[in-house]
C-alpha cells in the first residue's frame, strides 16, 4: 500500500519548525550543521517539501532545547525569540566542552567584554 503524505500538515510543521528555529536564535546554517544534515535538507524540512523523521525532530528539539510538543503543534502562536541570533550555537559549544576549555572561553569572552 503507498504512502499517503498529508501536504498542509507538512508545510504546517515546516513552517512551525521555521518559527521555533529563527526564535531560539539559530539559522539554517548552525541548526543543519547541529543536526549533521544538509542546509537545503532543512530547508526542504521547513517548506513541507521533505517529511521530517521522528528521530532528525527528537535531535532537533533538544539541540534547541525545546519539547516535542513546541515543535508539532501547529495550533500554538509563534514562539516568542528566546535568544539572539547565534546565542544557541554558542551553548552547543559550550556543552560540548570540557572545564578547561570552559575556562579558557570564559577567560576570552571576559577580555572580549573589557574592550
Known amino acids: 500500500m503507498p504512502r499517503r503524505r498529508d501536504k498542509k500538515l507538512l508545510v504546517a510543521i515546516g513552517r512551525r519548525f521555521q518559527e521555533v528555529r529563527r526564535a531560539h536564535g539559530w539559522t539554517q546554517e548552525t541548526l543543519a550543521e547541529a543536526l549533521d544534515i544538509e542546509p537545503v535538507t532543512l530547508s526542504r524540512y521547513e517548506r513541507g517539501h521533505r517529511a521530517l523523521s521522528l528521530s532528525t525532530l527528537a535531535l532537533a528539539a533538544k539541540t ?17 525569540a528566546t535568544r539572539a541570533p547565534g546565542e544557541g550555537q554558542v551553548l552547543r559549544f559550550w556543552t560540548g566542552m570540557d572545564e578547561e576549555r570552559r575556562d579558557l572561553a570564559l577567560r576570552i569572552l571576559r577580555e572580549i567584554a573589557r574592550r
Open 64 to 80: 534547541m532545547g525545546v519539547g516535542l510538543a513546541e515543535l508539532l503543534d501547529t495550533d500554538l502562536p509563534p514562539p516568542k
